[in-house]
């Protein structure tokens, strides 16, 4: 499987900045995938980042608040754009991998917005 | 989209016990993942199961594709093994996971 690394693993920020959030893999993959899990909730995907093209958005998430970039197959990042409170969550990385497909995920970024 | 149901939503048990986890979903799938939330929020591959019986140790799963299921087996739990375990599936072929709420083990010693 995959080694996903992400960064920063946490950070605590103030309302009405932005952070990015960057994703790694240690080998080349065709889609990248960014979820949301908030505060005692199940996981939510944000979008999917396709190389070579604009991301696809999933249904109440928008490219102003969280503009994404995948400059090659190995790289992402995911900005969260004008925090808020509500934007308090567990933002993830995963990845498709290997014959099977399986999904695999990075340790995650706790952000927290004061 | 598929729907994804997990049964039970908690589940206090005491070290050692057993327990039986499991996953519903609405439709055919061609595959279904079961993960491992820790305490400090990484999400572990546990198994990828479309379909039959896997083990990895103290952990067994299987998924009744027919019957829309998957069931995770922990036998001779451990203080670690606490956390939140959440299945998924695609919503169609080599697409996103949706995730279900999860089941939330709590693993006293």
């Known amino acids: 499987s995959a080694v996903i690394s992400q960064k920063p693993s946490r950070d605590i920020c103030q309302r009405g900045t932005s952070l990015t959030i960057q994703c790694q893999v240690d080998?080349?993959?065709?889609?990248m995938f960014w979820y949301r899990q908030q505060p005692g909730q199940s996981l939510t995907l944000i979008a999917t980042?396709?190389?070579?093209?604009?991301?696809?958005?999933e249904s109440g998430f928008v490219i102003d608040k969280f503009p994404i970039s995948r400059p090659n197959l190995t790289f992402s990042t995911l900005t969260v754009s004008n925090m808020s409170p509500e934007d308090s969550s567990i933002y993830l990385c995963?990845?498709?991998?290997?014959?099977?497909?399986?999904?695999?995920f990075g340790d995650g970024t706790r952000l927290s917005i004061l | 989209g598929i729907q994804v149901e997990q049964s039970p939503p908690d589940l206090i048990l005491q070290e050692g016990a057993n327990s039986t986890l499991r996953c519903n979903f609405s439709?055919?799938?061609?595959?279904l993942q079961w993960f491992h939330q820790n305490p400090w929020g990484q999400l572990i591959n546990l198994f990828y199961?479309?379909?039959g019986t896997k083990q990895n140790g103290r952990l067994s799963a299987t998924t009744v594709a027919t019957e829309r299921y998957s069931l995770l087996y922990i036998s001779s739990s451990q203080t670690t093994d606490s956390g939140v375990y959440f299945c998924?599936?695609?919503?169609?072929?080599?697409?996103?996971?949706?995730f279900g709420e999860g089941t939330q083990l709590t693993v006293n010693p």
């Open positions: 995963s990845v498709r991998t290997g014959a099977e497909g399986a999904q695999h």
């Open positions: 080998s080349q993959v065709t889609m």
């Open positions: 980042a396709n190389q070579g093209s604009e991301a696809t958005y």
């Open positions: 439709d055919s799938v061609n595959n």
């Open positions: 199961i479309p379909s």
């Open positions: 998924a599936v695609p919503q169609t072929s080599g697409s996103r996971l949706t």
